[in-house]
């Protein structure tokens, strides 16, 4: 091969080397795109999986935490939880075992009503059983078989007082007294319970009897034996005094009382009144509603007292134009309460008579029975009451006009005149000077 030859060849040969290199080149070229878009495809994929994926992950999480807490905030507001249950039924065999004596089921289970209505932590708050509803119901009414007493507890100490004997009652006839308190029923003690509960153990059939331990300042203990009878209870009591001056006293506010005051009232003009007295000394209260009807025959247009409850859900109680139109003097004391404040607060806010004695008790809440389908009923104190002009008196009470402590002046005295009580002669005084 000449020169020529071997040049040309090597040339072809340099020729093929540069094609193969270029091809190898457009190869790796190719291949490198390929693994760049393949790469940023990936890349991006994984990111829209970050994106997409990790969100719905945490929403999962979120929703999974939140069904959490719900089912906790659940089982927070549901009183039975599994742990109370277990510890009931746990309690139950303890007593069951161990106790000294079988015990009712049932009494048990009642029991565990009380408790709760108990826990809440207000003496107005009660559970009744189907029993002591139906007591309760026959005490609202006024006519019972008991001893003819009115009965007040103090709420902080559970001690019951007499605040008013009954004419003719078999309570006179066996020597209680106002002011007396209530020590014991049978085997019942007095602080045990709540009063409408207790008030269970002192009525009863006609012609039994109920055994009383009672305590009197300046005397000490007492025992009585008193026997029950068919008590027709009156409400109030009306009296004509001098000069044209009438008085009323309530005992309680009850289911016939403003139709019993109406009568009263009646009677007391035909015999020539012009100006009244109102006494609710001792008086611990009793419905609103028949309050508010007895304040609607008394007052002007306008309302009388309001309620609120938690959720500030008002109810107003009104009187129509319709009212009395003579001085008036209002008694109070102490063991003025409840509905008996309704009534003085409402006086005082329209200026439409002077309260006279000492502050009342102090009891600006409401309560509201409610019957279940068992026949056993819960009493809740569910609102709060506001006088005329928008005050709440519960712990503060009511100031009277003229402050005056009780006295009675002949205290050698068997029987009750009302011409020795301070408070009403006060009275008087005030009403012949507003006359």
Known sequence: MNMEEKDEQILETADALREDIRRIEQERRKTFCKGITLGVLTTLAVCLLVFFVIPVVQLQRIESSQKTQQAAQTDDSRLLTQPVESKIERLADVIDQL???????????????????????????????????????????????????????????????????????????????????????????????????????????????????????????????????????????????????????????????????????????????????????????????????????????????????????????????????????????ENSASSSEIFAGAIRDYDYGTLIGTKTFGKGIVQSIRRLADGSAIKLTTSRYFTPNGQNIHGEGIEPDIELEYEYFDQDATEYDMMDDNQILKAIEVLKKEK
Request: glycine content about 10%; proline content about 3%; some cysteine.
């Open 99 to 333: 106790y000294y004596e079988d015990v009712d089921k049932e009494d048990l289970v009642e029991g565990l009503y009380k408790g709760l209505l108990e826990g809440v932590g207000d003496p107005y708050t009660a559970y009744y059983t189907p029993e002591e509803y139906k007591e309760l119901m026959i005490s609202a009414t006024s006519s019972l078989s008991g001893i003819g007493i009115v009965m007040q507890q103090d709420p902080d100490t559970m001690q019951v007082s007499v605040n008013y004997v009954y004419e003719g009652s078999p309570a006179e006839k066996a020597g209680i007294l106002a002011g007396d308190l209530i020590v014991q029923a049978e085997d019942v003690m007095a602080t045990s319970m709540e009063l409408s509960e207790f008030a269970t153990h002192i009525r009863g059939d006609e012609g039994t009897t109920v055994h009383l331990k009672l305590y009197r300042y300046g005397k000490g203990y007492l025992e009585l034996d008193v026997e029950r009878a068919i008590i027709d209870v009156p409400t109030l009591k009306g009296e004509m005094l001098d000069d044209g001056i009438g008085y009323i006293k309530i005992a309680e506010f009850g289911e016939k009382t403003a139709e019993e005051f109406a009568d009263a009232v009646s009677e007391l003009e035909a015999q020539g009144m012009t100006a009244m007295i109102v006494d609710l000394r001792n008086n611990p209260g009793g419905m609103v509603d028949s309050v508010t009807k007895l304040l609607d025959q008394i007052l002007p247009e306008g309302v009388v007292v309001w309620t609120e409850d938690k959720n500030g859900n008002k109810k107003e109680y009104t009187s129509d134009a319709a009212c009395l139109d003579y001085p008036m003097a209002v008694l109070i004391n």
